[in-house]
């Protein structure tokens, strides 16, 4: 691998782990630019100073990422290059689920790496490239003059873009949220607040009925409520004793781990849909390791398993949460880490 490669790759990894501050953004991004991620990127070089320009490709997972945005005719000329000739940053960022800083395009191993798309930025007047991945794409952001990233352009484009990634779950989930994000909850701060007052039922779905049941941006004061407000909603949708125990106990896990594993803060999506329940939840950590294979299929109760806590040493948490659900799917890279879990209803198998 080239030089500079090598050191723009050391650089993203020192800086891809911002602190506390980082993630406390991103959730006021969210609440004040939400549900449409076209809004956040509106404001993009408003949020973040030290850059000219950004574009947006995403996409389902294993789709190549389609142009979402872009804010300027140079980024729009780099984001079209890379889906045309099918190299660059972003398409690099997609594949690695890293970041990819190039401080000077004009330097020799970059031009090696990337010979066309080099060529077009360079013809485009951009000289600094910077593409942070998202879990199916990428942020791109540009600059007319080279330089690297310093910390505080670093951890606004990181805040930026996990925003950026929070509000594409929605979309890529299809659920309608726009209430939470009016004007009574604008300018909320729900990662620091206590008791309910950071979770926000939705009023689109009825006892019985499909739709958003949740949405929580939790903090460490927010697990007690959290784990409450879960166990209210599944038995009002009919899951019943152990069996509405062990979600309960599940999605507690995944937000413990995302608050002692994961930053601190995370988000909490729960809604209903086709005879199930589903859960998803995401964090802005530094990711984790590939999780060694578990032991029983999803759904599946071994009889080891007694209801009570799960242990915590090593998989056994995500192992205990795979049987208490009826699937898991885990998303993780320098970005964060998502949980992806479902429950079906089964009125019949209720006690």
Not at 114 to 131: Q, S
Not at 172 to 181: P, Q
Not at 305 to 321: E, K, V
């Amino acid at each position: 691998m080239p030089g500079d490669d090598h050191a723009s790759r050391n650089t993203a990894a020192g800086q891809g782990n911002p602190g506390g501050e980082h993630r406390a953004r991103v959730w006021d991004l969210v609440s004040a630019y939400g549900p449409d991620v076209t809004d956040l990127c509106r404001a993009s070089t408003a949020l973040m100073t030290g850059i000219a320009g950004m574009g947006l490709s995403a996409g389902p997972a294993g789709a190549t990422p389609r142009i979402r945005h872009f804010s300027d005719i140079a980024s729009s000329r780099l984001e079209s290059a890379q889906l045309t000739l099918d190299e660059g940053p972003c398409r690099d960022a997609t594949a690695t689920r890293e970041p990819v800083l190039v401080a000077d395009l004009a330097a020799g191993s970059w031009r090696r790496r990337w010979p066309w798309f080099t060529r077009a930025a360079l013809e485009a007047g951009v000289r600094a490239v910077f593409a942070l991945p998202l879990h199916a794409g990428a942020v791109d952001l540009y600059r007319a003059m080279p330089g690297p990233l310093n910390s505080a352009d670093h951890l606004a484009a990181a805040t930026f873009t996990a925003a950026t990634a929070e509000l594409l779950t929605l979309e890529r989930h299809e659920l309608h949220l726009t209430e939470t994000f009016g004007p009574g909850w604008r300018g909320a701060q729900p990662i620091d607040a206590a008791g309910a007052s950071g979770c926000v039922t939705s009023s689109t779905a009825s006892t019985g009925t499909d739709g958003v049941l949740l949405a929580c941006w939790f903090g460490p004061a927010l697990l007690g409520p959290v784990r409450q407000k879960i166990g209210t909603l599944a038995i009002q949708h009919g899951l019943r004793g152990d069996h509405a125990h062990r979600f309960v106990l599940a999605m507690h896990e995944a937000v413990v781990n995302a608050v002692v594993h994961g930053g601190g803060h995370g988000q909490l999506l729960l809604w209903r849909r086709d005879g199930s329940l589903w859960c998803e939840i995401s964090d802005h950590g530094p990711g984790m390791s590939t999780p060694e294979p578990f032991d029983a299929p999803p759904g599946i109760d071994t009889g080891t398993d007694t209801g009570t806590a799960p242990d915590r040493s090593g998989w056994a948490g995500l192992q205990f949460i795979r049987r208490a659900c009826t699937s898991l799917e885990i998303t993780t890279d320098p970005g964060g880490t998502r949980l992806l879990l479902s429950r079906r209803l089964d009125l019949r198998s209720a006690v």
